[in-house]
């Protein structure tokens, strides 16, 4: 799948216009990842609904995956008016990161690239909105980046 490198963003963008997704490096494991994810989305004032590990699901039943945590958080006073105003992102809300170890035993996360969201949902009133969310996200995943 081809990628573009972000300038100046420890993050890269996949084909948007086919996934919609913004990918990172963590220089920690996925569990402490999801861990730091979780503190910082609190103290960000977001809601944590869920974490789902899905290694130790796959375990349940016998087969094996590498480590991979999905983190579901929100914020209703974000989160409401974005889908009053296109209620079909409601299928994209709350928010998510998808933290999983390659191939490579590198430690990625993923998000939905919210510009994204606003043209899947022809959200162009609250695209600003949605942008703003995309920088915190960004800003979020950037402080797992490995050091240079």
Not at 66 to 86: C, E, S, Y
Not at 108 to 122: E, F, K, M, Q, S
Request: aromatic share 4%; net charge negative; no cysteine.
């Amino acid at each position: 799948m081809p990628r573009d490198t972000v300038e100046d963003a420890p993050m890269e963008k996949t084909d948007a216009g086919a996934i919609g997704l913004l990918t990172a490096t963590s220089r920690y494991p996925v569990a402490e990842t999801v861990d730091r994810l979780t503190d910082a989305v609190r103290a960000a004032g977001n809601t944590v609904f869920a974490r789902i590990d899905h290694a130790a699901g796959a375990a349940e039943v016998g087969l094996s995956m590498p480590p991979t945590q999905v983190l579901i958080f929100g914020n209703a006073a974000a989160g409401t008016p974005l889908m009053q105003a296109a209620p079909t992102l409601a299928i994209d809300l709350p928010l998510r990161f998808l933290v999983w170890q390659d191939d490579a035993g590198t430690t990625r996360v993923a998000w939905n690239d919210p510009i994204y969201l606003a043209a899947r949902h022809g959200a162009q009133r609250v695209e600003t909105r949605l942008k703003a969310i995309g920088e915190k996200l960004a800003a979020l995943a950037a402080t797992l980046a490995p050091s240079s």
